[in-house]
């Protein structure tokens, strides 16, 4: 059968691209179907993406779901000691994050199960790369290791939660998060030294490795150095080792994942659109003792792309920063000017929100102070500021670059005066940050009723509506105003800079330079 393949979209002219790939380096397609025991995924719900996933019931009772993760379930089936390599080409359903609708993704991937050493390791990052570079465009693959990561953290803290905090902020490129992790955990700061120098530590790995080799000497992981090293080994003397990044904030979840992981980012795409890396510890927790190593293709985030833009086209050299209206705005814009990225028409008395100088390289937008996270999540502006409640209530998937050191604030509950918890009841909680508020009292134990308001939280309990609130304490004033006090403070809050993943990639000169700028005026203040 001859197929005239202008018929084709480009993402199936893609999938048998990538198949083809697969296929000449001896892997073995894999089908399966599209239903899974719920079970398999409630037993390794930290391993999904999210933890909603869509389930019903079968003729029998038993409870199904829709194939949230293709890797799983190949798992699962893989229950003798032979080496597999195996590649798939998969629809999973999930539910949309920040909405309640459910999403059919494509993706593709390969798994290799068995006697996985380091050149199966390097094969895979190899096929990572030129599956990349399939896609097209302008592309980088980002490799990390966790086992590295983890001894850096373990310098710091035997405490397991507290190191997947520490985890979490190289994840985010947050080294300020880190220092205070430490002071509020008792830590000498110093303890954490080698953990901040991963998060630094970024960039080709010729450049890198030399470096990365002294820290793992100090931190007793040579072995990790050595696997990292062998399988970045595959690039030696190729066109793609110019594509390739160390970079330790490419994290997975560290009870599944070990040694090298890795994240694939296109130019214009704003969240990554390849991920894998070897995941022994997952088959440890399944009773398997065989090693894993593998990635998939997310072949839904590619909607966008097709051939005229999946070339290799000079990433858009001006920035994009959101700015939050409101009380932070002016004092962001000032600090930006002073940063060197001025852009005099701001400051013209009228109703426009876009404002650009191409000169300087910075167009910026207003935006909702609680908006300006899913800008920059979503890639619609590179950088932006917002305040930590926002970043703590959305969990948004950017960097946390730096704490800007104003707009602070607390997160506290607080009650009228003489209030006492009377815990033979439901606790009755308005608030703006629902997240927060769930949280706080989920880590108490304490169950609660909460009641979603949009302002004027502070009247809620005097008319009864409910008996606390969690809300933003200032100066104290309105609660002062009107008969509240703080019970219990949350967390202190800031303005922090946050970046685009993807963008940090391709603008991250710009990103840094300006990064280095306000924190040079921070230091000032
Ligand atoms: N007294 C305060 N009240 C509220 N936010 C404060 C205060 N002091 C500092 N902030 C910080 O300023 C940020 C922006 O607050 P602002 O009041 O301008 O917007 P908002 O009214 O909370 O946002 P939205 O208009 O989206 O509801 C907050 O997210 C918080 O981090
Ligand atoms: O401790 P203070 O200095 O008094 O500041 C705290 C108040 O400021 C914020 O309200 P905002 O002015 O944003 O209005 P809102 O009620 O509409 O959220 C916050 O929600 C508190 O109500």
């Keep these: 059968m001859n197929i005239n393949d202008s018929v084709l979209s480009y993402a199936e002219r893609l999938n048998f691209s990538l198949r083809e790939l697969y296929s000449q380096n001896g892997y073995q397609p894999y089908r399966m179907s599209k239903f899974e025991d719920y079970d398999l995924y409630s037993r390794n719900m930290d391993f999904l993406v999210s933890d909603r996933v869509i389930t019903f019931t079968d003729l029998s009772g038993k409870l199904k779901a829709l194939k949230p993760d293709v890797t799983l379930s190949i798992i699962k089936n893989h229950t003798d000691d032979a080496t597999r390599k195996l590649y798939y080409n998969e629809n999973v359903y999930r539910v949309s994050k920040g909405a309640d609708g459910y999403k059919e993704i494509m993706q593709a991937g390969v798994e290799c199960i068995g006697d996985v050493d380091n050149a199966l390791v390097g094969e895979s990052l190899m096929l990572a790369a030129k599956s990349l570079e399939l896609i097209g465009g302008n592309f980088v693959l980002d490799v990390s290791d966790l086992d590295i990561l983890n001894a850096a953290a373990e310098q710091v803290t035997d405490s397991k939660p507290l190191q997947d905090e520490l985890v979490k902020c190289v994840s985010e490129k947050n080294a300020h998060g880190i220092l205070s992790l430490c002071e509020n955990n008792g830590i000498d700061p110093a303890a954490a030294d080698s953990l901040i120098a991963l998060l630094t530590m970024c960039g ?76 022994d510890k997952l088959l440890r927790r399944m009773k398997r003792s065989a090693k894993a190593v593998g990635f998939a293709v997310y072949l839904d985030k590619l909607e966008r792309v097709d051939e005229t833009t999946a070339v290799d086209v000079p990433v858009d050299s001006m920035l994009n920063v959101a700015l939050p209206k409101g009380r932070l705005g002016e004092k962001v814009y000032a600090m930006f000017e002073a940063a060197g990225f001025p852009c005099p028409s701001i400051k013209e008395n009228n109703r426009k929100l876009i404002f650009e100088n191409p000169e300087a390289g910075v167009r910026y937008f207003w935006v909702k102070p609680s908006d300006v996270a899913i800008y920059v999540e979503r890639g619609a502006a590179d950088i932006g500021v917002a305040g930590k409640d926002i970043l703590l209530e959305y969990e948004p998937e950017v960097y946390e670059l730096l704490d800007l050191g104003f707009g602070k604030c607390r997160m506290a509950v607080a009650a009228p005066k003489g209030f006492e918890d009377d815990r033979r009841r439901t606790l009755r909680v308005a608030t703006k940050f629902s997240k927060i508020a769930a949280d706080h009292y989920a880590q108490k134990g304490r169950d609660i009723d909460i009641v979603h308001l949009n302002g004027s939280i502070e009247i809620a309990p005097i008319l009864g509506l409910t008996d606390v609130i969690v809300d933003i304490v200032e100066t104290g004033t309105t609660l002062r105003e009107n008969n509240l006090e703080v019970v219990k403070n949350i967390v202190p809050i800031s303005a922090r800079l946050i970046a685009n993943k993807s963008s940090y990639k391709f603008k991250g000169d710009n990103i840094t330079k300006i990064a280095h700028e306000l924190k040079t005026q921070i230091e000032v203040m």
């Design 204 to 279: 080709a790995p010729d450049r890198v490795l030399p470096k990365l080799s002294d820290l793992c000497e100090s931190l007793d992981c040579r072995d990790a150095y050595e696997e990292l090293s062998e399988a970045l080994s595959v690039f030696q003397d190729t066109p793609l080792l110019s594509r390739i990044q160390i970079d330790f904030s490419v994290v997975g979840d560290r009870s599944y994942y070990n040694g090298v992981i890795f994240k694939g980012f296109l130019s214009g795409v704003p969240d990554s659109v390849l991920s894998g890396g070897r995941y």
